[in-house]
Every structure is written in C-alpha cells, then in structure tokens.
C-alpha cells in the first residue's frame, strides 16, 4: 500500500476529488495547509501599505490505495490539478506498512 499526498490549489479541489473517483478512489482526507516553494509568497498591498504573504493557502489531499493504483492515481492528481503557473504543487507518494479500519478490524487493503 502507498499513501498519496498532493498539495495544490484551493480551487483545484473539486477537480481533483472527481478525477480520483473516476479512478473508483472513494476514500480521501483533505486538509487546509498553508506554504510556499520556489515563489516565496508574493507582495500585496492593503490600504496603501505593502506586505509580504509568505504562506499561501492550498489544500493537501492524502489518499491511501493498493500498489497498482499508484502511477494511474498520480497522473490524474497532476492532469486535474495542472494550471501550468508557479505554485501548482506537489504530489508525493509514501510507503504504507499497516492500516486497519476501526469499525470492522479488517486490516491492510481490506481496511482501505
């Protein structure tokens, strides 16, 4: 089993979930995350006063899926989440050793 973490943009969210779907993906845990990478946040100005946003808002999804599902899973997280502008984010994909699901104790893929 592997654990996908992609963190994109807010608005990307919806596209994103209903690409996973259509892979048969059904579970997901999204979150709100503030970040930066190479762009550093950006200067805006409020009332006449400029300022630095070092952290900008995305959303991190984690989903966690059998081996075979990894590489199809990744292209549909990047093609949905893809605006082609700095700050379009990331996907990481991480081992899982162990997964149970709590309600029926049926564990690894079974739990998933």
Do not use: C, N, W
């Not at 209903?18 to 503030?34: D, F, P, R, Y």
């Not at 997280?77 to 502008?85: N, R």
């Amino acid at each position: 089993m592997k654990k996908l973490e992609a963190i994109i943009k807010p608005f990307k969210l919806e596209e994103v979930k209903e690409a996973l779907a259509e892979l048969g993906i059904e579970g997901m845990t999204v979150t709100e995350v503030k970040g930066f990478g190479r762009q550093k946040g950006h200067t805006e100005i409020y009332r006449g006063s400029e300022y630095t946003v070092d952290f900008l808002p995305k959303v991190k999804v984690e989903v966690v899926l059998g081996d075979e599902m990894v590489d199809k899973a990744v292209s549909v997280v990047v093609s949905a989440a893809k605006t082609g502008k700095i700050g379009d984010g990331k996907v990481f994909v991480l081992p899982v050793e162990h997964a149970v699901r709590i309600r029926t104790e049926e564990i690894g893929e079974k739990a998933v």
